[in-house]
């Protein structure tokens, strides 16, 4: 909890306050930030636009999300790496089944019946590799280290879709 204090600038006592205990702030920080989370991809994933135009967007959304917003982006970042996320894996879970049905699922299956990506492709395991490596780019940003200037965004989801593209080479 001090470095929740520390990172959001209110003293410790007063977190203790209005949480009670750290279960109680995670509690409320997850469920604040997964609606928040699901606000925000319903506004970033659109159905009339193919999957690689969607992933490329979220990727664009996430990573401007954290360098105009870091301390949210902290916090999350501080919640999903103490080692008692554990506590709160069930009850999110909920919440992350209502992203997958109503985002998720639908994207990927209209790109699988558009014959845009392989029909084995597994849309939850392709959002959280992605989510892996935003997370990565997110403490970069966070801990000043930027993100190379080189980078661009679509070589990600690039990068991504050479494994899941019905279109490939090797195919």
């Not at 995670?26 to 469920?31: N, R, V």
């Not at 959002?127 to 997110?138: C, G, T």
Request: avoid cysteine; charge should be neutral.
């Amino acid at each position: 909890m001090d470095q929740v204090a520390e990172s959001s600038g209110v003293s410790k006592p007063m977190i203790y306050y209005y949480f009670k205990n750290k279960e109680g702030y995670y509690k409320a920080l997850a469920t604040f930030l997964l609606k928040m989370a699901r606000s925000m991809t319903r506004k970033v994933f659109k159905t009339e636009v193919s999957l690689r135009e969607n992933l490329t967007n979220y990727v664009r959304f996430r990573i401007e999300y954290v360098k105009n917003n870091p301390g949210i982006s902290r916090a999350f970042m501080s919640m999903i790496s103490d080692p008692n996320i554990g506590l709160l894996i069930e009850e999110m879970q909920d919440e992350f089944n209502v992203m997958r049905l109503e985002l998720i699922d639908p994207i990927f299956d209209r790109a699988k019946k558009n014959g845009e990506i392989l029909p084995e492709t597994n849309g939850v395991m392709v959002i959280m590799m992605l989510n892996s490596v935003l997370v990565a780019l997110s403490m970069k940003i966070l801990n000043g280290f930027g993100i190379n200037d080189k980078l661009n965004t679509d070589e990600i989801v690039d990068i991504l879709f050479n494994g899941i593209s019905a279109h490939r080479e090797d195919n």
